[in-house]
């Protein structure tokens, strides 16, 4: 006889299956197309930013950045330690709705032709609960985690990935990055958009 038994199975139905909106992010099910970017968004003796490529879905992209920062001649082992700590401790998350943008933020954005943009500052649209959620007006860019590593006092590096919502046009559209406290200036970079936009027709689900 045992003495040990598993408790039964609750007495529960079955929960309702929720997709997910296209504007939260990219379908669970779907393989999305990898297109190559390599664009540079903006380079220093210090640190280096760079698009380096988009995985497209059906409704949105994937975008991925990678940055890379060294201490260079002129910037105190104070400073660089202050900016490896920036870096890690993600602080471009830390702001407030409403209130000006520290100098610590680190701040990404998309500019369409039409004039239609984005930022990773926008803060998330409040649906109170609704499913599912109202379909937004505008774009969306929303940063979608990351990480990275480094060589201690001599190399670091990190990595965020962005869902864009919707897809670009195919035609080229503008990438903005601005992180003053690392003394990167409002800078923005052409990305070619048909390039996205052609690779969409390419993904497919994982099950048909």
């Known amino acids: 006889m045992d003495f040990f038994t598993a408790p039964p199975a609750p007495d529960r139905e079955p929960e309702e299956e929720k997709t997910l909106p296209p ?3 990219p379908p669970d099910t779907v393989l999305g197309r990898t297109v190559d970017i390599s664009r540079t968004l903006f380079h220093s003796e210090a640190l280096v930013i ?3 490529s988009a995985v497209a879905f059906p409704e949105g992209a994937k975008l991925y950045i990678r940055m890379a920062a060294r201490p260079v001649e002129g910037v105190n082992k104070d400073t660089w330690w202050e900016r490896r700590d920036l870096m890690f401790e993600r602080r471009h998350r830390r702001f407030h709705p409403g209130t000006s943008l520290e100098d610590e933020v680190l ?5 369409f032709p039409d004039g239609g943009k984005a930022t990773t500052v926008d803060g998330r649209p409040h649906y109170g ?5 109202p379909r937004p ?3 969306i860019l929303q940063e979608r985690g990351g990480g990275g590593g480094g060589g201690g006092d001599h190399f670091i590096s990190f990595g965020w990935n962005l869902w864009l919502w919707p897809l670009p046009p195919a035609e080229p ?4 990055v601005e992180w003053p406290a690392f003394d990167v200036p409002l800078t923005f970079t052409e990305i070619d958009g048909a ?9 497919r689900p994982y099950w048909p």
């Open 195 to 203: 390039a996205i936009a052609a690779a969409s027709e390419h993904a």
């Open 107 to 111: 701040r990404f954005g998309v500019r």
């Open 23 to 25: 504007w939260l992010g």
């Open 137 to 139: 007006d505008g774009p």
């Open 173 to 176: 559209f503008e990438f903005a």
């Open 50 to 52: 760079v698009l380096t």
């Open 129 to 133: 609960g609704e499913w599912p959620p």
